[in-house]
């Protein structure tokens, strides 16, 4: 078997360092003169997989310990010391000049040889769509247990809309409980999520353990503190409360600063709008590089009190507007049904000051 070495990689790192240092910056991969051609409408690929050899790698073991703990086969690890010398890395083309190609996200080291370039396929590169049908958190659950943090605070940006200190810290805070608690793959509420806020933090919570008022998997409680208990129905639980809560004016005074002008006084200007988001995403990817513990008191074993499963309540109509209620939530006056708009009766809402008494 013959393996054609097609292209160089230039790097900075010129030895070995952990890789997830290393998919965070960007390379060039230098293409041979006679591939040239083989680039034509690569520009058209937003990723690409290249396949190259670990040149400085030698030997293999096929058991061996894992840099996260405990030990596994070289076929079930990443590790560069294999018996074929193959590596993969799935990149993000960033341009293309010439028969350079500037990626993002490639762990290997300067001079490292490159046998073959590929476009990434989604349809054909990702895991089968059965397994997503099967358990819609499959991805989610994977990252999880093999702490994708970066991927996981990439994903629960897109729910929230942003990055900020306090979702990463939600995000922190979910894997850490998580795997601790071996409750990655919990179902509907056999594993509940009960906050005590109702800031970022809980889009991070949310995300994580996939507890939403949707599946009665979340409980709100309305006490303002940055808190959360994950309870296993199985009884164990965990409680994480922000213990070190001035590490913004300690660690980052300037975007606090800043913070309290755009956000909290609503007086920024588009520039410096634009500076929070950009100080606030490089905060949240700093701290879910840390430790918990940096962060957190955690306690285990509290005493806490939880709700039961979920009732299924019955419908009922209102008499005036016909429009179907849970009868849990209906209001009776002289006989009649009648939801709490048409009564004009009280009714709790959660909004940005917490959970508040409305009147009709």
């Known amino acids: 078997m013959n393996l054609t070495e097609i292209a160089k990689v230039k790097s900075k790192y010129k030895e070995p360092i952990g890789p997830d240092k290393m998919k965070k910056s960007e390379s060039v991969i230098e293409v041979k003169e006679e591939f040239l051609d083989g680039?034509?409408?690569?520009?058209?690929?937003?990723?690409?997989?290249?396949?190259?050899?670990?040149?400085?790698?030698?030997?293999?073991?096929?058991?061996?310990?894992?840099?996260i703990g405990g030990e596994k086969g070289l076929f079930a690890s990443r590790s560069p010391r294999r018996p074929s010398g193959i590596g993969i890395t799935t990149v993000e083309l960033l341009k293309r000049e010439g028969n350079k190609l500037y990626v993002y996200g490639l762990d290997a080291i300067d001079?490292?040889?490159?046998?073959?370039?590929?476009?990434?396929?989604?349809?054909?590169?990702?895991?089968?769509?059965?397994?997503?049908?099967?358990?819609?958190?499959?991805?989610?659950?994977?990252?999880?247990?093999?702490?994708?943090?970066?991927?996981?605070?990439?994903?629960?940006?897109?729910?929230?809309?942003?990055?900020?200190?306090?979702?990463?810290?939600?995000?922190?805070?979910?894997?850490?409980?998580?795997?601790?608690?071996?409750?990655?793959?919990?179902?509907?509420?056999?594993?509940?999520?009960?906050?005590?806020?109702?800031?970022?933090?809980?889009?991070?919570?949310q995300f994580v353990s996939g507890a939403t008022f949707g599946n009665n998997a979340l409980i709100y409680r309305d006490i303002g503190k940055t808190a959360v208990t994950f309870v296993s129905r199985e009884g164990k639980n965990l409680r994480y409360y922000l213990s070190n809560n001035d590490f913004l004016e300690k660690d980052y005074p300037a975007a606090k600063e800043l913070f309290e002008k755009v956000v909290a006084r609503r007086e920024g200007s588009r520039a410096e709008e634009k500076e929070l988001k950009e100080l606030w995403q490089k905060i949240a990817f700093e701290i879910i590089e840390e430790e918990p513990a940096k962060y957190f008191k955690i306690e285990e074993d509290i005493e806490i009190d939880i709700p039961d499963y979920a009732p299924i309540f019955e419908d009922k109509y209102c008499s005036q507007c016909k429009e179907k209620i849970m009868a849990a939530k209906a209001v009776e006056k002289e006989e009649k049904i009648y939801c709490k708009s048409c009564a004009q009766a009280e009714y709790m809402q959660l909004d940005g000051s917490g959970l508040i008494i409305k009147n009709n």
């Open 39 to 67: 680039l034509y409408g690569i520009e058209a690929h937003e990723y690409l997989q290249i396949l190259f050899y670990f040149h400085k790698s030698e030997g293999y073991d096929l058991i061996s310990k894992r840099r």
């Open 111 to 205: 001079g490292t040889p490159v046998v073959d370039i590929k476009p990434y396929a989604s349809f054909m590169d990702e895991a089968s769509m059965s397994l997503q049908k099967n358990n819609p958190r499959y991805k989610v659950e994977k990252m999880i247990r093999y702490q994708n943090i970066d991927e996981l605070l990439l994903k629960a940006g897109e729910l929230h809309g942003h990055y900020c200190p306090y979702l990463a810290l939600g995000v922190l805070a979910g894997v850490d409980a998580l795997n601790k608690m071996e409750a990655a793959d919990a179902g509907m509420e056999k594993l509940l999520a009960v906050l005590e806020t109702n800031s970022c933090f809980s889009d991070g919570i």
